[in-house]
């Protein structure tokens, strides 16, 4: 293929407009760009913002405050970069006019990460939902997504119905968050139109894609994008070991008890990175493009999230540490715990349906994960101090890296080879 045809414009030595045509679902070596990048740089910002209101809410007892402003914010900043993500897998030209426009996008991102924590406070105020400026963000970057829709359906025509699917959507549900900004409902009221405008744009990706041909992303490309936030959302997990660090050095000075709140919170965040990349994303995506796209697409956001929680977590444990929590040690270690029991059963789950098989060694597996989730909150009951309840935590995912190592590995060989052969003789 020659460097200078429309599927592999970062390859060209300038950036005049090029024809959105779509990239080639084939094309070898492909590989997040230093744009793409730059735009995660700002989701580190948003993550970053939602954890440590959630970490607040959490120590301050204020459990449904935390949880629900938690949980919006995480769908909408992972919603965002879904969207964003899957487009430029399909359709990035990377010239000036594809550049401009995703830096509008990264002010929408940084708009709605500023707007998070009068967002959360007015949850704990239960009076409404102080959502303005956060809709506003979203609707910034969404303007901007329906902006590159329309130039890919006037220059791909081959896929013009696919790309008008996600316009329509898009603009059907803009309509809805612009209403959102200027008349201020109950939060329940605004919590069934957040439900509804959601649902509105989850369908347009799936209409397009199931329905009229759908887009040319490129399987590994998009594996590898998701790994990358992933190791993002992990940067939470180093944040709030460090701050559980400084919390024990303020309080008791350089002791053993630093050391061991170091290696639980870098040994969690270490084991939680390790299981991830186990997961056959980009082999099965390749063979199964429309049939198990949607499930593992959609249903990264609860992991993210899951990931993003346990460092909030163990800003918890930090605040726990200092004396500054209004909560007991025991509800502490489940502010970690819980996410922690999230993201590997979630893991779990997402292998289970890329492989469309469950194997009775992840029963195992999940079996003694429980044991060690368990043991660090009956170590909470017993007095433990929070370290050494770390430090039990920090085994979890352990459970999973031993099993795979030892026998695991040639499970996932196996099972992979039995998909693809099924895949094959499908076809």
């Not at 293929?1 to 080639?24: C, F, I, K, N």
């Not at 590989?31 to 793409?36: G, I, K, Q, R, V």
């Not at 163990?314 to 502490?332: D, F, N, P, R």
Request: net charge negative; proline share 3%.
């Amino acid at each position: 293929m020659s460097e200078t045809t429309p599927t592999e414009p970062h390859q060209s030595a300038h950036h005049h407009v090029a024809r959105m045509s779509g990239r080639d679902t084939h094309e070898h070596h492909r590989t997040a760009t230093t744009l793409e990048l730059l735009f995660d740089l700002t989701f580190v910002i948003a993550f970053s913002l939602a954890a440590s209101q959630l970490a607040h809410f959490l120590a301050e007892g204020h459990f449904f405050s935390g949880l629900f402003g938690f949980a919006l914010a995480t769908f909408s900043i992972c919603w965002a970069w879904i969207n964003f993500s899957w487009f430029a897998s399909a359709y990035d030209t990377d010239d000036w006019v594809f550049r401009i426009v995703t830096m509008v996008q990264m002010v929408g991102v940084l708009i709605l990460a500023i707007a998070l924590p009068p967002m959360f406070e007015s949850i704990d105020k239960g009076e409404h939902l102080d959502n303005g400026i956060m809709v506003l963000g979203y609707v910034v970057m969404r303007v901007a997504m329906l902006f590159q829709w329309l130039r890919a359906s006037r220059q791909d025509p081959a896929r013009r119905d696919a790309c008008m699917a996600y316009v329509k959507a898009i603009s059907l549900a803009q309509l809805g968050w612009v209403v959102l900004i200027f008349f201020d409902f109950s939060l329940l009221v605004t919590f069934v139109m957040v439900v509804g405008l959601t649902a509105i744009e989850m369908l347009g990706p799936y209409v397009a894609e199931m329905r009229y041909g759908g887009t040319p992303w490129h399987a590994h490309h998009i594996a590898e994008r998701y790994g990358l936030l992933a190791i993002i959302a992990l940067g939470e997990g180093v944040v709030g070991t460090v701050a559980s660090i400084s919390a024990v050095v303020e309080g008791q000075g350089w002791n053993l008890d630093v050391a061991l709140v170091c290696l639980a919170g870098t040994g969690l965040t270490f084991g939680m990175w390790w299981i991830y990349f186990l997961l056959p994303s980009a082999e099965i995506l390749h063979r199964h493009r429309q049939k198990r796209s949607f499930v593992w697409g959609y249903g990264h956001m609860p992991i993210f999230a899951s990931i993003v929680a346990t460092g909030a977590g163990l800003h918890v444990a930090a605040y726990y540490i200092e004396h500054k929590a209004h909560i007991g040690s025991v509800a502490t270690v489940l502010t970690v715990a819980v996410p922690v029991a999230c993201y590997i059963g979630l893991l779990y789950a997402m292998y289970a349906y890329l492989m469309q098989q469950v194997e009775r060694l992840h029963l195992w597996l999940l079996a003694g994960t429980a044991v060690v989730l368990a043991a660090s909150v009956v170590a909470a009951m017993a007095g433990l101090d929070m370290a050494k309840c770390l430090i039990i935590l920090m085994l979890a995912p352990v459970v999973t890296i031993v099993g795979y190592e030892v026998a695991g590995h040639r499970h996932r060989v196996a099972a992979l080879d039995r998909s693809l052969r099924k895949n094959e003789a499908a076809h």
